[in-house]
């Protein structure tokens, strides 16, 4: 059974679907969750099944976020500092992204930039909004891992360089793939200048997920997803800091 009791507070971005929304699902679902459970979405009033689970659930907090607006996240923070108080915020899991499909005959800059914007400048100056929430958790804590401080960036498998030659070449989609590789460094460089104050940074893949952005191909339903993600998550220790894992915690190529 999961076990997430420790984490006293854990934020989903881009939660009012997909992979969020089975996040937050999943996590309501054993009784040793986390006590609060902060679901972002860029329209929280459109989101009709997370705002349900809400409303039947006390311990989640909806709250407005656009990861691309530095005044949305602002307003953000500020709110999740009058949820946590003074015990600040155990894990921030930047999960929202986009994917354009584009491929070499079609990409243009317009697709690179707004997938860019979203997929890896958005999770670092989330991060970094968030930072002072972090730290005070982590001052509070010892170890490594989802009970005391960590930023877990929902990365791909696309995002691999090493595998873009072999297993996996076939999906030629620029921005997309280029957009979590860059995640996957933004991750590495807040792992290198985090690890001191004891906040965990890791890349997770999610698997290719039957979602509006994986498609109807895929070959993993987001409970399946979902249901290996978490165990990952909440196993999380100083062994993974800095590295680059799948849904099963195995480790992947760069």
């Not at 354009?100 to 690179?112: E, G, K």
Request: with cysteine.
């Amino acid at each position: 059974m999961l076990n997430f009791s420790n984490c006293h507070s854990m934020l989903i971005t881009g939660a009012s679907k997909g992979l969020g929304l089975q996040m937050v699902r999943q996590l309501l679902s054993t009784t040793e969750r986390p006590k609060k459970i902060i679901a972002t979405a860029r329209n929280p009033d459109a989101a009709e099944e997370l705002q349900a689970l809400a409303k039947s659930h006390p311990e989640v907090h909806v709250l407005t976020l656009d990861v691309t607006s530095d005044v949305s996240v602002n307003d953000a923070v500020q709110a999740v500092k009058s949820i946590v108080g003074a015990d600040g915020l155990n894990c921030l899991i930047n999960n929202a992204a986009i994917n354009i499909h584009c491929y070499l005959d079609t990409v243009t800059r317009d697709a690179m930039m707004k997938t860019y914007e979203t997929n890896t400048v958005a999770p670092l100056f989330v991060t970094k909004a968030f930072l002072p929430l972090l730290r005070e958790a982590a001052g509070q804590g010892s170890g490594m891992g989802i009970h005391r401080s960590a930023v877990i960036n929902v990365s791909s498998l696309l995002g691999s360089i090493q595998l873009n030659l072999g297993e996996i070449p076939f999906f030629k989609i620029y921005p997309y793939r280029a957009s979590k590789c860059a995640l996957n460094m933004i991750t590495r460089c807040l792992a290198v200048d985090l690890e001191a104050e004891g906040i965990l940074c890791v890349a997770l893949h999610p698997g290719w997920v039957r979602t509006d952005m994986g498609g109807a191909n895929a070959n993993m339903s987001v409970e399946e997803s979902i249901s290996s993600l978490l165990p990952v998550i909440c196993g999380l220790t100083e062994k993974d800091h800095g590295g680059f894992l799948s849904y099963n915690g195995e480790t992947l190529p760069w």
